[in-house]
Each structure stands twice: as structure tokens, then as C-alpha cells.
């Protein structure tokens, strides 16, 4: 059983891909024994009106999500009708956490407006995704360059709100040591696998965070959906890490 923290449906708008309707995403993750998938829209980053998709990815996830996709809306904290998209995602549509992109919405952590979107995101106990990057550098469109967010402000606000739950998507090897790990042992932060690269290096990753900071997320389909699996494969972990990187430690997230 795989609990997958990091898929997004929809199309990408800067590279194609085979998986571009729910219901090859859906078949695929059937395939690799994925159970649950944790799955925000590929218009979050760029569309203003964050209701009407977050609206169209309830309504995608219940027609063709099988059981499988669970919706993780989008807010904008520097959009002025941010806190109603944040109480409709909770009281509206039943979701258990939400998905951020303060490097397509321009805000850094410690902006006043994400202050006060953490407090509440806490107050109503939803997960809050942060989505450090979409694309490698390297791949990214020449005029939509958009660099990694800085989480460095979240070792100052993580331990003055004991009551959020974070996790980290897309970051691996771009996070200091000296940031991660305070982070990691806190119990409040987790971290998603698909960015995190080399031979070995997830059990290095593990290592530094301890297993229980660690949720499996592929980042598909713009990755593919295999390297997660593979990754956790290689890691020669115990029967038991592997269960809760792969399932245990998501449930714990999102109960």
C-alpha cells in the first residue's frame, strides 16, 4: 500500500505528457499499488481564481478518481479573497490539507499574509503542502524562470505554533543541512522524496531527517511516477521504514 503526497492533475503547460487526462493518471498509480494520492491542479500556479479550480478539482477527483485522488486545494495569500478560498476548501469541500506555490504567487514564508494563512490553516488542522519548486532550473522556460522558495523563515515560525502540521514538497537537496534537520526532528515538518537524487542518497536523506519526517511523493506526472518506488526499493530500509515512509508516516499527516 502507497500513499503518493505529491501528484498534480492536468496538464503542465510547459512539457506534454502521456499521463494528461485523470484517467491515465488514476491507471497508473493503480498499477504501482498506489492507494491514495494526494493531488492539487496544474492551474493552481498561474490561475487567479483559485475557487473555481479548486471547485473543478473536487468535482475532477470524485468523476474520474476511482477512490484514489484526495483534493489538496490551492490558496494565494496576496489574492484578497484568500481566507474565503481557505474556509471553502475546509467547510466546503472536505479537504484535509492544502497545496502552496509561493514562487508562482510571489510571497516569501515570512510575509505577513502567509503569517496569518499558517495560523489559520492550523486553527482548522489542515496539512499545509509548500511546494519549494515545480521544474529544475534547468528545465524551466527561459521567460518563466521561477527559483526555489527559501523555507529558511519556517525554523523561526515552526516552533512558536506547535499546532501546524507542514510538509515540504520538491526540496531535497536545495535545503541546508542546517535548516533541514531542525526542522525534520521537530515533528511538525515533513518531506516528500521525489527531488531527492543519487544512488543511496534517500537512505542518506533519512539518515540526516529521521523516518518519521519522510512521505512518498513522486511529483507525478511530471515525474515519473517509478522513481519514487524505486528509490524506497533501494534504500534498504527495515519492513517497517518502509511502511512508514511509503503509508504510515501520510496517514499520521492526514489521519
Same mark, same amino acid.
Given at each position: 500500500?502507497?500513499?503518493?503526497?505529491?501528484?498534480?492533475?492536468?496538464? =503542465?503547460?510547459?512539457?506534454?505528457?502521456? =499521463?494528461?487526462?485523470?484517467?491515465?493518471?488514476?491507471?497508473? @498509480?493503480?498499477?504501482?499499488?498506489?492507494?491514495?494520492? =494526494?493531488? !492539487?491542479?496544474?492551474?493552481?500556479?498561474?490561475?487567479?481564481?483559485?475557487?473555481?479550480?479548486?471547485?473543478?478539482?473536487?468535482?475532477?477527483?470524485?468523476?474520474?478518481?476511482?477512490?484514489?485522488?484526495?483534493?489538496?486545494?490551492?490558496?494565494?495569500?496576496? @489574492?484578497?479573497? =484568500?481566507?474565503?478560498? @481557505?474556509?471553502?476548501?475546509?467547510? !466546503?469541500?472536505?479537504?484535509?490539507?492544502?497545496?502552496?506555490?509561493?514562487?508562482?504567487?510571489?510571497?516569501? @514564508?515570512?510575509?505577513?499574509?502567509?503569517?496569518?494563512?499558517?495560523?489559520?490553516?492550523?486553527?482548522?488542522?489542515?496539512?499545509?503542502?509548500?511546494?519549494?519548486?515545480?521544474?529544475?532550473?534547468?528545465?524551466?522556460?527561459?521567460?518563466?524562470?521561477? *527559483?526555489?522558495?527559501?523555507?529558511?523563515?519556517?525554523?523561526?515560525?515552526? *516552533?512558536?505554533?506547535?499546532?501546524?502540521?507542514?510538509?515540504?514538497?520538491?526540496?531535497?537537496?536545495?535545503?541546508?543541512?542546517?535548516?533541514?534537520?531542525?526542522?525534520?526532528?521537530?515533528?511538525?515538518?515533513?518531506?516528500?522524496?521525489?527531488?531527492?537524487?543519487?544512488?543511496?542518497?534517500?537512505?542518506?536523506?533519512?539518515?540526516?531527517?529521521?523516518?518519521?519526517?519522510?512521505?512518498?511523493?513522486?511529483?507525478?506526472?511530471?515525474?515519473?511516477?517509478?522513481?519514487?518506488?524505486?528509490?524506497?526499493?533501494?534504500?534498504?530500509?527495515?519492513?517497517?521504514?518502509?511502511?512508514?515512509?511509503?503509508?504510515?508516516?501520510?496517514?499520521?499527516?492526514?489521519?
Amino acid at each position: 500500500m502507497i500513499v503518493d503526497t505529491n501528484v498534480h492533475l492536468g496538464r =503542465w503547460p510547459f512539457r506534454g505528457s502521456p =499521463w494528461s487526462t485523470t484517467a491515465a493518471i488514476v491507471g497508473k @498509480l493503480r498499477s504501482a499499488d498506489v492507494t491514495e494520492a =494526494w493531488a !492539487s491542479s496544474c492551474e493552481a500556479p498561474f490561475d487567479k481564481d483559485l475557487a473555481g479550480v479548486n471547485e473543478r478539482l473536487v468535482r475532477e477527483c470524485r468523476r474520474a478518481g476511482e477512490g484514489i485522488l484526495l483534493p489538496f486545494g490551492s490558496v494565494n495569500p496576496k @489574492l484578497p479573497d =484568500w481566507r474565503d478560498d @481557505l474556509r471553502r476548501c475546509h467547510a !466546503s469541500h472536505g479537504m484535509k490539507g492544502i497545496r502552496l506555490y509561493p514562487g508562482y504567487h510571489d510571497y516569501k @514564508l515570512d510575509d505577513p499574509a502567509a503569517l496569518e494563512l499558517f495560523e489559520l490553516a492550523a486553527a482548522r488542522k489542515l496539512l499545509v503542502q509548500i511546494v519549494v519548486q515545480m521544474e529544475d532550473p534547468r528545465t524551466q522556460h527561459p521567460l518563466m524562470q521561477v *527559483p526555489p522558495v527559501e523555507i529558511t523563515p519556517l525554523a523561526a515560525l515552526v *516552533p512558536k505554533r506547535p499546532e501546524l502540521k507542514l510538509q515540504i514538497l520538491n526540496s531535497s537537496s536545495i535545503v541546508s543541512d542546517q535548516v533541514l534537520v531542525p526542522l525534520a526532528r521537530s515533528n511538525q515538518v515533513g518531506f516528500d522524496i521525489a527531488m531527492i537524487e543519487g544512488l543511496g542518497g534517500l537512505a542518506r536523506f533519512v539518515e540526516k531527517t529521521g523516518v518519521n519526517a519522510d512521505l512518498s511523493g513522486s511529483h507525478f506526472p511530471l515525474f515519473y511516477l517509478e522513481s519514487a518506488i524505486l528509490k524506497i526499493r533501494e534504500g534498504g530500509f527495515s519492513q517497517a521504514d518502509t511502511t512508514a515512509i511509503q503509508s504510515g508516516n501520510a496517514r499520521r499527516s492526514v489521519p
